[in-house]
């Protein structure tokens, strides 16, 4: 058995890189800041124009929103929000947050959507083939441990949302916004910045990022897209992004073999499964970045053929990695969006 990985899992496995931060005009200020949040890393630019804020004024508003976040929607914290919906059993009503409320209705949309494959309650599932944090390390679960998990899972049927609360259907379900909440977290962020007059701005949390205005060459946001190979360091493209939302998910760093099979992170929210197409990473391109989350990890667990079907039917904008096994090489594959040609650089 080969495993990759797998005590290091985060959903998010390309790598964005900001390009092309040039000298600032007269007044102005570049404030860089870093730091850690949600289980991985944060890196923002914010571009004041007037040179009105300090760097500790910027990083109070960001350190504020990033504490409100994970208290409404951390699993690693028992007296979150979403902790405190987890422990509830079958049938009761959790009071939460206008914001938890939102990102959960966003969450149902996108299930409904996706064919229900978008699901924020595989986390059972995730556990029981090694990928999450309760049983790390690769393994082969029993038919009748998938069947027990899948009964847990299915957020359409087990989850209602209203305009400030959640009720559960079912004892042993559970949310992990592992793959909406970083996005929210940067959207939130940006938000904050705005408020503070700051409307160039770059923000990013594993992976997921947000732009907006122009970088200091006055120029749209340079973001360098990672190749989606483990063994291969370079840049598939580097598009220009201002205001806009931008995400990729990809499955070449967390998954194990077996007898020659490959198991993927990935899972198939009917079967209970990894997915067994050959698509490697998505990446969706969108308003904010908290779609942008969703939608990159709905569309690498929907596949490029289903997928695009999809994207086409919302007019998202999604660039897909194909494997091709015969030839040893991959396949890039870009929805025809018009509105968000940078994808097809």
């Given at each position: 058995?080969?495993?990759?990985?797998?005590?290091?899992?985060?959903?998010?496995?390309?790598?964005?890189?900001?390009?092309?931060?040039?000298?600032?005009?007269?007044?102005?200020?570049?404030?860089?800041?870093?730091?850690?949040?949600?289980?991985?890393?944060?890196?923002?630019?914010?571009?004041?124009?007037?040179?009105?804020?300090?760097?500790?004024?910027?990083?109070?508003?960001?350190?504020?929103?990033?504490?409100?976040?994970?208290?409404?929607?951390?699993?690693?914290?028992?007296?979150?929000?979403?902790?405190?919906?987890?422990?509830?059993?079958?049938?009761?009503?959790?009071?939460?947050?206008?914001?938890?409320?939102?990102?959960?209705?966003?969450?149902?949309?996108?299930?409904?959507?996706?064919?229900?494959?978008?699901?924020?309650?595989?986390?059972?599932?995730?556990?029981?083939?090694?990928?999450?944090?309760?049983n790390p390390g690769a393994q082969m679960p029993s038919e009748d441990a998938i069947t027990?998990?899948?009964?847990?899972?299915?957020?359409?049927?087990?989850?209602?949302?209203?305009?400030?609360?959640?009720?559960?259907?079912?004892?042993?379900?559970?949310?992990?916004?592992?793959?909406?909440?970083?996005?929210?977290?940067?959207?939130?962020?940006?938000?904050?910045?705005?408020?503070?007059?700051?409307?160039?701005?770059?923000?990013?949390?594993?992976?997921?990022?947000?732009?907006?205005?122009?970088?200091?060459?006055?120029?749209?946001?340079?973001?360098?897209?990672?190749?989606?190979?483990?063994?291969?360091?370079?840049?598939?493209?580097?598009?220009?992004?201002?205001?806009?939302?931008?995400?990729?998910?990809?499955?070449?760093?967390?998954?194990?073999?077996?007898?020659?099979?490959?198991?993927?992170?990935?899972?198939?929210?009917?079967?209970?499964?990894?997915?067994?197409?050959?698509?490697?990473?998505?990446?969706?391109?969108?308003?904010?970045?908290?779609?942008?989350?969703?939608?990159?990890?709905?569309?690498?667990?929907?596949?490029?053929?289903?997928?695009?079907?999809?994207?086409?039917?919302?007019?998202?904008?999604?660039?897909?990695?194909?494997?091709?096994?015969?030839?040893?090489?991959?396949?890039?594959?870009?929805?025809?969006?018009?509105?968000?040609?940078?994808?097809?650089?």
């Amino acid at each position: 058995m080969t495993v990759t990985n797998p005590l290091a899992f985060t959903r998010r496995t390309v790598l964005f890189l900001p390009l092309g931060l040039l000298a600032c005009k007269r007044g102005e200020v570049v404030h860089e800041l870093t730091g850690a949040t949600m289980g991985t890393t944060y890196s923002i630019t914010a571009i004041d124009r007037d040179g009105a804020h300090s760097t500790s004024e910027l990083q109070d508003a960001v350190d504020t929103v990033l504490a409100e976040v994970n208290t409404q929607m951390s699993n690693w914290d028992a007296a979150s929000e979403i902790s405190r919906f987890n422990a509830a059993g079958a049938g009761e009503t959790i009071s939460v947050s206008p914001e938890l409320a939102h990102v959960m209705k966003a969450a149902q949309d996108v299930h409904e959507a996706s064919d229900g494959q978008f699901d924020v309650t595989l986390g059972p599932l995730i556990d029981l083939w090694g990928f999450g944090a309760k049983n790390p390390g690769a393994q082969m679960p029993s038919e009748d441990a998938i069947t027990t998990a899948l009964m847990a899972s299915g957020q359409s049927r087990n989850i209602s949302v209203g305009s400030s609360s959640l009720t559960k259907g079912r004892d042993g379900t559970e949310v992990y916004l592992s793959a909406i909440g970083k996005g929210h977290g940067v959207d939130r962020v940006g938000e904050a910045l705005e408020r503070l007059g700051i409307t160039d701005y770059l923000v990013e949390i594993g992976g997921d990022l947000r732009t907006a205005g122009m970088n200091p060459a006055g120029r749209p946001w340079q973001i360098g897209i990672e190749v989606p190979d483990a063994t291969t360091e370079g840049l598939q493209s580097v598009v220009g992004l201002s205001n806009m939302g931008l995400a990729t998910s990809g499955d070449y760093r967390n998954y194990f073999e077996q007898d020659g099979v490959r198991y993927s992170h990935l899972l198939d929210a009917k079967t209970g499964r990894p997915v067994t197409h050959t698509t490697a990473s998505a990446t969706v391109l969108t308003e904010n970045a908290m779609m942008a989350d969703a939608w990159a990890t709905a569309m690498l667990i929907l596949g490029r053929e289903r997928g695009m079907e999809i994207a086409e039917d919302l007019n998202l904008a999604v660039l897909f990695v194909e494997r091709d096994p015969s030839a040893s090489e991959l396949k890039f594959i870009a929805t025809p969006n018009a509105r968000y040609s940078a994808l097809q650089a």
